[in-house]
């Protein structure tokens, strides 16, 4: 009787398809958008181009994650459970390894994002060594702030969030009025790149932006009816962030000379001084820099839990599984949060852009590594769930998941060789850490 009571409360707990697929939707916006204007700009608005070739990689991606969730009862390793299926354990602990990595990476860009944002609400301008150190102290406040457990951190960032859907909504709608098609036209390639070359510099930042569409995935014990609920999560948010993305970035290029632009480290708040004033920029950047800590916030937590994750599987040393008595893997997310702490260290930068870019382009390359391999499973993943090679879903997933491998590929080679040769750096001491790792068999 008391199982079953437990049972019971552990389900209402979870979170509905409709809780998922927003902070699948908001994990991708919060990450990503506030950035996402000055780095575009460096390209010109031709870098719309590259949203349509990303938007199509993401659904591709997006949809055949959605397949695997449908026929895999694999759900608790995500990504990893999914290159099980091609590449044995080696290949889940590698998804997981690289996919952590990126998380890491990720999040410490993200603290550089929201340093950045309060240098220009504050009006101040600090040295690279400051603006390491107040990055730090963002990490160290994020992290802590979820040792009290996932509940907490719901709530603050159910809060937080509309920080940014706040002003994206009012840009999307009223910044029409202020759209100049004379600025967006001059915008186009003012820094006289060719084509290809200009749509591959996009490339990372663009894709930056949609990581994020596989935490569904990450959290997919989180919610009820995985195999129904986190398809519909992935799909629905990648649309829903990808509108918002094209619509919000390809304004600001219309409202703000690209020359401003470029030199911005809080776009938004730009855009909305030149639309209104200084004042309205100003309260805009602060309520961008607090929505950006509440997705952090949401982000350091899901970074937690695929250590957790993965060490229950027998992947990463089981210290990471440890837990407080509110449920928070509190060892792992101090070992996490130390090296987080080094690589604001080691990236210090006199420009923060370069700071920024040079994270994200690491970020992004280590995670495609995981998206490589769950589409290179998806074949084995459908025959062993009993589809047939005839089946039409099974030649439209796999056709899918190949153009989502040539996607991922050519996003790694659009990163640059130094990103490429440290991301690979990470694989090999994954190897490494996997072959000193005790097995099963052991």
Avoid at 176 to 194: L, V
């Amino acid at each position: 009787m008391n199982g079953k009571r437990g049972g019971l409360m552990a389900d209402e707990k979870k979170m509905t398809v409709f809780q998922l697929t927003i902070i699948t939707t908001v994990n991708m916006i919060g990450s990503g958008v506030i950035m996402l204007p000055s780095k575009l700009a460096e390209v010109g608005t031709m870098s719309v181009l590259s949203w349509l070739v990303t938007l199509t990689g993401a659904l591709c991606l997006a949809y055949v994650f959605a397949r695997c969730g449908m026929l895999t009862d694999n759900t608790q390793n995500g990504m990893g459970g999914y290159a099980e299926y091609a590449f044995g354990r080696s290949g889940n602990m590698m998804a997981n390894f690289t996919y952590a990595i990126s998380l890491l990476l990720a999040n410490t860009a993200m603290a550089v994002s929201i340093v950045g944002y309060g240098e220009m609400a504050l009006g101040i301008n600090l040295s690279p060594q400051r603006v390491a150190i107040a990055a730090m102290a963002v990490l160290a406040i994020s992290m802590v702030a979820n040792f009290f457990g996932s509940h907490n951190t719901g709530i603050i960032s159910s809060i937080t969030v509309w920080g940014v859907i706040i002003p994206v909504l009012l840009l999307c709608t009223i910044g029409w009025f202020f759209f100049n098609s004379h600025t967006y036209i001059q915008s186009w390639n003012p820094h006289h790149f060719g084509l290809f070359k200009g749509v591959s510099a996009s490339i990372p930042i663009t894709l930056w932006a949609f990581l994020g569409l596989e935490s569904a995935v990450a959290n997919s014990d989180s919610v009820n009816d995985p195999k129904k609920n986190v398809p519909i999560a992935i799909i629905g948010g990648t649309i829903a962030a990808g509108a918002i993305y094209i619509a919000s970035t390809n304004l600001i290029q219309g409202i703000v000379d690209n020359s401003s632009l470029v030199k911005s480290t809080a776009p938004f708040g730009t855009a909305f001084s030149y639309m209104f004033n200084p004042t309205i920029g100003v309260i805009v950047m602060i309520m961008l820099t607090f929505s950006c800590w509440g997705s952090l916030l949401t982000w350091q937590f899901t970074l937690a839990e695929v250590f957790r994750s993965s060490a229950k599987a027998g992947y990463f040393p089981k210290i990471f599984r440890k837990r407080n008595r509110f449920g928070a893997p509190v060892w792992g997310m101090l070992i996490i949060l130390m090296g987080q702490l080094l690589l604001s260290l080691m990236t210090i930068s006199p420009n923060l852009n370069a700071q920024f870019n040079d994270l994200v382009d690491l970020a992004v390359v280590t995670n495609l590594v995981p998206y490589i391999l769950s589409m290179g499973a998806a074949r084995q993943l459908q025959l062993q769930a009993g589809l047939t090679t005839n089946n039409v879903h099974f030649k439209i997933t796999n056709f899918l998941a190949l153009l989502a491998g040539i996607y991922s590929i050519y996003s790694m080679y659009s990163c640059g060789l130094l990103s490429l040769d440290l991301g690979a750096g990470v694989v090999f001491v994954g190897w490494l850490l996997y072959g000193l790792m005790p097995h099963e068999d052991d």
